[in-house]
């Protein structure tokens, strides 16, 4: 017996669609401009963005920090100097 004809197809299965890009929610294709307004001021939403803002401005303190180490220092002054071989990077 073939149960998928038997069963009616459920609204969420009928849906299209989208995953957001900031916090993977499911959004609707079809969602009207209030929604879609209410979705992206949600606080899951604004909170990612605040969260990817914040890693952003971590991950470049963290990058200046190593930076200003002698060792790094050192080594970016060895690399200008004599930079790596071109036939030896794949």
């Known amino acids: 017996m073939d149960y998928r004809n038997t069963m009616p197809a459920s609204n969420y299965q009928q849906q299209k669609l989208r995953v957001c890009e900031v916090c993977s929610a499911f959004l609707g294709i079809h ?51 004599f930079p790596p071989c071109t036939q030896c990077i794949p």
């Open 31 to 81: 969602d009207n401009d209030r929604r879609l307004a209410d979705h992206f001021g949600g606080k899951l939403h604004v909170g990612f963005i605040t969260l990817r803002s914040k890693l952003a401005e971590l991950q470049v303190g963290f990058i200046l920090v190593q930076l200003s180490s002698p060792v790094a220092q050192a080594y970016l002054v060895v690399f200008v100097i």
